[in-house]
């Protein structure tokens, strides 16, 4: 049978994984040039395909369940992280009811309750964190590393809403340092090698249980009061989580459940923001803009903002949604082949034992798709200008569709979408409205927007990530 085109690589086993690990984005480009859109690396001892493009998209992410596997592909690297029974830790059925159980309570009236919980815990860290005012409510303008401060807002917000007031008081004491903890096991070396002994591993394993602990201890609490009047979405697995076959969710399950919930939204929430606030920092006349729609929805006494609010701000909305565009967090999705794989349109067929791998980011910044790809253009997204349009091409897709075979796909698509995005836009939509309504800023010394690194597991602005800001009041 034909076997994709292999890419050239000079170490056995070892393969492309430098080339790939550096700067994915430049890999794929190059080697579309030589291959076109599909073709087979080597990275450690494993073979991925490639699959590029939105019928690349569309091949990898609507796959059957029967022919590919996102939890062969990912389990190793999260179950040590979020913990056993959930996830990937389980039979797919189980992570569709699961993911159910979540997005159930992931509806407009929660939204409704959340932005005033988000708008809160922004102006307490502001209060409080060295990164603002320190406790200096007077303090009028400051240096802010970002990414120190966006993922210290992105996790309290979040626990916050979406775990309720006692998980979010944990953060003061000891889940931070805990959370911190799990992080540093949950790097691209853990994805090669997860159970590598270095203390970082160690660490990992001993706050995943610590942590499931004090979920279990909340739970209880819960239980034991049976206060379960918060829209959060622990509440909703509480009362729900029962399986269409009678089995109900364990408390350890749940307790997991909430790890995973906070870790998928943690590093993708807080690399957006981190990126928005920077584009953001270097174009005045965008972020005049975003704060003349504050007033022309707030009124000029900016009153405090609600759910409904957001949903009348299209440039905020497509501020983030240009930030998505640019810098979609995961640069690629993965999933082991179960059964030979022929791929539509070309003569490949795809072994079982290897992996697929979908770049949802590469037709994002693609000429073909979006004029000026490299322009952080949020208006583009209002009339749909500098969106090519397909439709008139006769192309069987849109740019933005709700399948799989689009070149817009920053959440992923088919079985293993993410649930988070509109808890994601409600989340950065009130944080970044908040910046703007409080905040004139810039990057020091009229830097321009940083370059990618891609070191991490989520696709991060290199350092350094500094912002310089003066109140506007
Ligand atoms: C899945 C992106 C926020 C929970 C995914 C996937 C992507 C993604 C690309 C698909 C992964 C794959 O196909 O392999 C993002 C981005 C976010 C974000 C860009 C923010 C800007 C969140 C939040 C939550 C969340 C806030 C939780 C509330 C999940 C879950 C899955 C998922 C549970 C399903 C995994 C699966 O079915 O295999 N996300 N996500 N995400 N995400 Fe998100």
Redesign the pocket.
Known sequence: PNRPPVVFHWIPVFGSAASYGMDPYKFFEDNRKKFGDVFTFVMLGRHITVALGPRGNDFV?NAKHSDVS?EEAYAHLTTPVFGKGV??DCPNAR?MEQ?KF?KSA?TTGAFRSYVPLIVNEVRQYWLKSPQFFGGDSNRASNKTHLMTAMPEMTIFT?SRT?QGREVRAKFDESFADLYHDLDRGFTPIHFVFPNIPIPATFNRDKAQRKISDTYMEVIRERRRTGDLSEQDVLNTFLRDAVYKDGVRMSDREIANMMI??LM??QH??AA?STWALMHLGADKALRDALYQEQVEVCGPELRELTYDDLQNMPLLNNTIRET?RMH???HS??RFVRHDLTIEGTRYVVPRGHYVLAA?GVPMIDSQYFKEPLKFQPERWLEQKNIIDLAAQDQDYTVVSKGAKSPYL???AG???????Q??YV??GTILAMFVREFEWSLPNGRAVPTPDYSSMVTLPAEPSDIVWTRRR
């Open positions: 992410l996102a996830i990937y992570l993911k979540a992931l979040a979406l995973g919930i998928g939204g993708t929430s957006t998505l979609p967090p995961l999705l993965m949802p920053p959440f992923g079985r293993h979408r993410c649930i988070g995005e808890f994601a989340q950065l």
